[in-house]
């Protein structure tokens, strides 16, 4: 496979320090521009104030690169032609030599494939509405089945079925932890309602359980990490549930079906909460990243 590790991070692998790998696809669709490029340095000065080396992930002109330096960055942000790529489309973007951003399921592999343990993101992908009439579900689910990279999430998309994501990721052996929380996280919300079966206080507690899979070996599958975003910076619950059902409404009347619904929704929701959904999403991704690169020090043993 066609994969470049960027020096600053074949060196910290090397040397046995902390790396935090981030996906590309926030920068180059799930941000305006230009505030999408401020985000994604943003990100990364995150991970080197926890102690951490950042590891962006894209592919640039058939080339999977593991870190990205200002050039790459600034390429994958601003160039309207960059493809969303998930972990199905990398082996043709790379017998093609196009330029792409990594999804959650992408970028897991990659990360995986080139030696890193921990990944902070936003949201899963996971179980759409009325699986039972359309099929749908995100790739992420069964890539992380087969993946050992640790995941820091705010929980899935809210707009998705999350206790039939949940019941899909145990079905699938992949664990889930919430932390400092016995509900899974909500992404928009601190809550989705739901519980979960783990409950982790510390980065240091999350490592225990990173070296404890390792100890046991066997089917290797990702640790979910769920991290709520702060309270007071979620979403009105009240303003969530009333906009959602509006955009499900509006989803059906329009007959949108298939890999349209998510950004559909999300872009409604954006539009009709008057940004605030997208400031809750951003503080969710920032409150990740910085955990990630804790747990990342505390797997070293640098925390």
């Known amino acids: 496979m066609s994969t470049q590790v960027s020096e600053e991070v074949r060196e910290a692998l090397h040397e046995g320090r902390p790396v935090v790998a981030l996906e590309s696809t926030i920068i180059a669709h799930g941000l305006p521009r230009p505030r999408n490029l401020a985000v994604a340095r943003e990100l990364e000065a995150l991970v080197r104030d926890g102690g951490a080396v950042p590891a962006t992930i894209a592919v640039l002109d058939g080339v999977a690169r593991i870190g990205l330096d200002e ?54 992908g996971g179980v759409h509405r009325e699986w039972a009439e359309t099929q749908d579900e995100s790739a992420d689910l069964r890539l992380l089945a087969q993946v050992g990279v640790t995941v820091v999430c705010a929980g899935v998309k809210s707009i998705l079925d999350v206790p039939a994501t949940l ?12 932390y400092g929380t016995d509900r899974f996280p909500g992404f928009y919300l601190s ?19 990173m070296r404890a899979r390792d100890a046991l070996g066997g089917p290797r599958s990702a640790l979910i990490v769920g991290n709520p975003v702060p309270a007071g910076q979620q979403l009105d619950p009240a303003l969530h549930d009333r906009v959602l059902a509006a955009g499900l409404a509006e989803l059906r009347e329009k007959g949108i079906t298939g890999q349209a619904v998510t ?41």
């Open 71 to 124: 050039a790459g960055l600034t390429r994958i942000a601003e160039d309207p032609t960059v493809r969303k790529l998930g972990h199905r489309d990398l082996a043709p973007a790379l017998a093609t030599g196009t330029t792409g951003a990594t999804t959650v399921s992408a970028t897991a592999w990659l990360a995986d494939s080139a030696g890193l343990r921990v990944f902070a993101t936003g949201g899963l």
């Open 167 to 178: 019941q899909r990721l145990e079905t699938l052996g992949v664990t889930v932890v919430g």
């Open 191 to 209: 809550s989705s309602g739901e519980p979960v079966d783990w409950t982790v206080g510390s980065p240091e507690g999350v490592a225990g359980v």
């Open 263 to 303: 950004p559909f929704l999300l872009e409604y929701l954006t539009v009709h909460t008057d940004g605030a959904s997208l400031e809750a999403n951003l503080a969710a991704v920032r409150g990740n990243v910085r955990l990630a690169a804790r747990i990342a020090a505390a797997d070293r043993g640098r925390a």
